[in-house]
């Protein structure tokens, strides 16, 4: 059974800066697409960015140039690294997998959710 665990999150002041982690187990393929998705209280889950099965990275244009997402292949850990961050990036941040050999998978395509970890940026 796959399982994901988000760590990290905090509450920072705007301008700062955090790093999440997602540390995945069990038999998720090696090259499996993984995405961040974050959630508002009473809003829906909205897509962060994603790291496809051939390396690439995209990301929604509100956290484009300031958030990367890395992967330590060795340690199976994937990382958000925000930067700049603002009042509107506060969040419950989730990392997702999906399977491996997609081009490019979209929301439907993760079946593997983490718990989540909160993220507050004060003003």
């Known amino acids: 059974q796959v399982q994901l665990a988000e760590s990290g999150g905090a509450s920072v002041p705007t301008g700062g800066s955090l790093n999440l982690s997602c540390a995945a187990s069990?038999?998720?393929?090696?090259?499996?697409?993984m995405g961040w998705y974050r959630q508002v209280q009473r809003q829906g889950r909205f897509w962060v960015g994603s790291?496809?099965?051939?390396?690439?990275?995209r990301y929604d244009r509100a956290v484009k140039d300031r958030f990367a997402i890395v992967k330590d292949s060795a340690k199976n850990i994937l990382y958000l690294q925000m930067t700049n961050l603002k009042p509107e990036d506060s969040a419950t941040y989730y990392c997702?997998?999906?399977?491996?050999?997609?081009?490019?998978?979209?929301?439907?395509?993760?079946?593997?959710w983490g718990p989540g970890t909160q993220v507050t940026v004060s003003s």
């Open positions: 069990g038999p998720l393929d090696m090259n499996a697409c």
């Open positions: 790291l496809e099965s051939d390396g690439r990275t």
């Open positions: 997702a997998a999906g399977p491996g050999g997609r081009s490019q998978c979209v929301t439907p395509d993760y079946n593997y």
